[in-house]
Structure formats: C-alpha cells, structure tokens
C-alpha cells in the first residue's frame, strides 16, 4: 500500500521539483516565459477537459469565460486598482457569473446543438469586445495592463521568475482542487452523466443540475487562467475570446489525452512549445499544428495521456516477464 | 389496502401510431402486478410514461397519491420509484461497483459532495457492497459492466433498481434472451424482494408470471382488455380469444377450453 502509494506520488513530487528549480537551470527568461504560459493554458485545459474529458461536454465556447476574466481583471487593474487579490476576484467572478446563464442555456441541448450553442454565445462575447470600444478598447484591444501588486507579501510580480513561481502555484493548487472534484461523489457524477446521461436520470439524478455544476467549476478555472493571462501577456485583444482561442484549448484538450487531467496540461505544453519552436522557423505553423492534430486523431486517440499510460503498462509487463 | 399507483385514461399517439388508448391501471401498495401482451401492445411506452421518460397524449400518473404527470423522471425516483430496461441500460465503461455506487450515492443525499473523496462515503460502499452480495455479483466488482455476461447485465440492472430502495419497481422483462437457469434465479430474486415493494412487471415468459404475480393486466391494441387475478385472466374468453395462443402454458388453457366447449 505505501510502496504503491509511493510510486504513484514518486513522478509527482519529481515533476514539481523540476519545476521549482526550472528558473536555476535555465536562467533563460524566454523558456521562464514559454513554461509560464504553458502553465497557464495548463489551467485552462484542465477546465476545458472537465467537461469534455469528465462530463462529455463538448464546449466550444470556453474561450468566452477566459476572455471575460482577463477583460475584468484588465479592466479593473487599469481603471481601480492592480491590487492582486481584487483583481483576481473580479476576474474569476466575472467569468463564473458568465458560465452561470450561459450554461444554463447551453446544456439542455446535447451533442453538436450543444457545441453550437457554446460557439454562439462566446462569438456574442467576441463581439461585446471588439464593439464595446470604450470598455474594453474595442479592436485595438486592451493594452497597458500592469503586473499586478501582492502587498501583504511584497512581491514584485514585475520579475519574470516570481511572476513564473506565482504561476506555477496557482497551478499546482488548481490541479489539487481539481483532482479533488473528480475524485469526489460529484466527479463521480460527472461521469455517470458522460457514460448514460439517461440512466443517470433513471436512478434519480437531476442531470441537468450536474452539468451545471460541471460548467461553472469549469468557467471559473477557466476565468483563473484568463486573470493570469492578462497579468503574463499586460495585453487582451478580442482574439483572446474568438473561436479559434477556444478551438486552440480544445485541441489541447484532445491531444493531451481527455479525462486525465494532466494529459491536457501536456498538450498545452506540446501545443506553445511547438508553437514556439515552428513560428520562429516558418509562416506556415497553423499547417504544422493541422498535421500533429490529425496524427493524433487516427494514431492516438487517447492522446499523449494514452501513449504514457501504454508505454508504462507494456514495460511493467515486460519487466514481470 | 392503499393505492400507490394509479394510471389514469393515459393515451398516446407517435404521428399517426395511437400506442396507448385511455389506459386505466390502480396498483394497490405491495401488490405485483405482471402487465403481458403482445409485441407492440403498448407495454414499455406505457413504462416510460409511468417512468416520466415519456409524456403522454392525455391522462394523468398519480403516484403516493400525487400528480405527477409533468414531474420529470429523476423527481419520480426522489418519490419511490424505480426502473429497470428493456435492453440493458448501464454505465457501460465503469466497473460493477462504480455503476452500482452512482445509484446509492444519490439515494443517501451524497451525489453533490465535492469536499471528500467519494471512496471516504463509507456509507455509501458498504451498502454498495452490501447490493453486489445479495445480487451475486461481489466477485465481479471491479469487471467493467461492457465486460459482464448478458445475465450478469440483467442482474446489474436489477442491481441498480433496488439501489434507490424503490417503493414502486418496475421491471421491463427482467429475464429477456436469458438462460432458463439464469431466468430461474432471477425469479428467485424477485420473489425474494420485500413485500411491501410494489412490483410492476412486463413480462412474455407465462411461467414467470405466474410464479411472481398477483394480479395480471393484459395489453392488447394500447387497451387494457383484462386485469385480475391470474386464474381470472388466465380464462378470461377475450384473452384467450385475442392473446394467449402464442404461449404453451396457455396453449393447455386454450386446449381444455375447447374441449370443454366441445364436450
């Protein structure tokens, strides 16, 4: 039990360390940026996959709650205050506030009219940004966005390796939490209304409820992540809250590997990274990231989740004989 | 003895198809009744109506003495009552145990819980152990229901039922495609339910009818063209007129009364 026990929290704690002393190692503040960013579109899939991965809710709108939490905390850090905690707040509740009415909407459709609905309502975000000029900046997008300011602790989230730590233990408390909600009787539902929504209803659940419960959990991370951003990147334009933003989390989510919730985390990662690497190459990235995506599609359903969870079965098994 | 159920004038049509035509049942608390009729009488949309999955046409279901015809199905299942399908309906990628948990998680109020972890509700598992027991299935626990025997896929759906400690059960041909020796047991099981748990049960094998039923209401058209005790519908002459042909142990039936008839 405890031998087990160790070697499930063994790559855990490893994998944490190597984060932690990341910034020693690499003193380079471009792959602190790049792994800051990966952590927090980490978050964001880590969302996104609980509705996908967990409730199979297909949501291709998630980039809506990202959007507004980023616009919120923009806003109120360059009108009231860059005071961390307040705007935080106002990010993460703007977006749940959000996820709220539109979910309610969203999930009394099932399958594509749901994804449908998702996309509808975060284009009607899209263009409540891009018209909405005196608020939000309209097209020319919401620029001057200052790091924000943690009185109590005195940090300077100015500097590129404490705004790299502050991120990554907004990180590592967000997949706590999440990894604690799916464990719970409530994650269990998740999954029951993902294997048979039918029978859910059939022993008595309120189906409805629980996917409600599923999309504002997963608006509000979303939100988190989107605070975050606005803080990493001191810019929002209404890209941020277009379709494609939430294709681009989508197919984090699914090369990642759905319903694993690290696996998500890993497609952010391979997603930026190449990114990254491709872009500084080439014009043709978007062709590039087509590619990989369809490969993972016909080859790796299970995404890269699946392909770790293979490798190690088959040298465990290999390792017995 | 008190009306839990009554069906009352149900009528519904799909496009032209008029399924059920101004159907009248009133089951009485702790009663087992066996509804039979032929392929396309009606018998599962009727469950379904009762159920709440469908709405009928016209009519009202009145279940503990309340109206609860435009009440969804989960608020039914909070009320007492509970269902098995037709064809299996399960959660087909979850282990044995977790299908079983889904259910009594909800039953005891825990299906929201988000502060502990679901394996911390020992409540909750030992009653689901506790089901497993009495339906066989422990040694399967941890088998993914696709992975089940189609029996064993019968018995989980049973399993499932009784986990919401229903008042009111309603069985859609619980031994349907299975063995006689399967079949036999689940007789077994039924019989052994509580009697105050109301059965309802939909039901083609005759032998299974009569070892489980009180009273038999028999479907014919979206009609109900008998409904009494077995020996009554057994020789009722419309039944055996319009019915009973199709099954050997009223072939017997049907056999006696025409030498009786002719003698």
């Keep these: 039990m405890t031998s087990d026990r160790r070697r499930r929290i063994g790559p855990g704690l490893a994998t944490i360390a190597a984060l932690v002393i990341f910034p020693f190692v690499s003193p380079s503040i471009y792959f602190q940026n790049v792994l800051t960013e990966v952590l927090i579109f980490g978050i964001f899939a880590m969302s996104l996959d609980l509705l996908i991965g967990y409730t199979g809710l297909f949501s291709f709108g998630h980039a809506a709650f990202f959007g507004v939490a980023a616009y919120t905390a923009g806003i109120v850090a360059t009108r009231f205050s ?240 | 003895m008190d009306e839990l159920l009554r069906v009352e004038n149900i009528h519904r049509r799909f496009g032209g198809l008029r399924v059920l035509n101004g159907v009248n049942l009133s089951v009485a608390e702790g009663e087992r009744l066996a509804i039979i009729g032929p392929n396309g009488a009606g018998k599962t949309t009727l469950f379904n109506i009762i159920g709440g999955e469908l709405a009928p046409g016209l009519g009202r279901i009145i279940l503990g003495g309340e109206d609860v015809t435009r009440r969804p199905a989960h608020e039914r299942v909070s009320r007492g009552l509970a269902r098995t399908f037709q064809t299996n309906n399960l959660f087909l990628g979850l282990s044995v145990f977790e299908n079983v948990r889904l259910a009594v998680q909800r039953r005891q109020g825990a299906a929201f819980r988000v502060l502990q972890p679901a394996s911390a509700l020992t409540e909750v598992s030992s009653e689901t152990a506790g089901l497993l027991a009495r339906l066989g299935l422990q040694e399967r626990h941890l088998a993914l229901a696709r992975d089940l025997s189609y029996g064993e896929q019968r018995q989980l759906e049973v399993a499932l039922a009784l986990a919401g400690r229903p008042r009111l059960l309603l069985l859609d041909e619980p031994t349907a495609g299975m063995s006689p020796a399967e079949t036999a047991s689940m007789v077994e099981l039924i019989r052994s339910f509580p009697r105050d748990v109301t059965l309802l049960i939909i039901e083609h094998d005759m032998d299974v009818v009569f070892a489980i039923a009180d009273r038999i209401a028999v479907l014919h058209y979206g009609e109900v063209l008998a409904d009494g005790r077995p020996d009554e519908v057994r020789n009722d002459p419309n039944v055996l007129a319009v019915y009973l042909g199709t099954s050997s142990a009223f072939n017997v039936q049907r056999s006696t009364l025409i030498s009786n008839i002719q003698g």
């Design chain 1, 82 to 321: 860059d005071n961390m905690l307040l705007t935080l707040a106002a990010g993460v509740l703007a977006a749940g506030l959000l996820a709220l009415p539109l979910g309610a909407l969203s999930i009394r459709s099932v399958g594509i009219y749901f994804l449908m609905l998702t996309l509808a309502f975060s284009q009607m975000v899209y263009a409540a940004a891009y018209k909405w000029t005196w608020l939000t900046g309209g097209p020319n997008g919401l620029a001057g966005v200052p790091r924000p300011v943690l009185g109590i602790l005195g940090l300077d989230l100015a500097s590129v390796s404490t705004f790299y730590y502050a991120t990554l233990t907004f990180f590592l408390a967000s997949y706590v939490v999440l990894r604690r909600i799916v464990a719970s009787p409530l994650g269990h539902s998740f999954v029951g209304v993902r294997e048979n929504e039918s029978r859910m209803r059939a022993i008595g659940y309120n189906t409805w409820l629980v996917k409600l419960a599923a999309f504002v959990i997963a608006g509000l991370f979303a939100g988190l992540a989107g605070v975050l951003f606005s803080y990493f990147n001191g810019f929002i334009s209404p890209s941020d809250v277009y379709w494609t933003t939430s294709g681009l989390v989508m197919v984090m989510v699914i090369i990642g590997g759905a319903g694993t919730l690290l696996g998500p985390v890993l497609g952010a990662g391979l997603v930026l990274i190449l990114q990254n690497i491709v872009s500084s190459q080439t014009d043709r990235w978007p062709l590039i990231m087509g590619a990989t995506f369809i490969l993972f599609v016909l080859v790796a359903r299970r995404g890269i989740a699946g392909i770790f969870h293979d490798t190690l079965a088959l040298a465990r098994r290999s390792a017995r004989v």
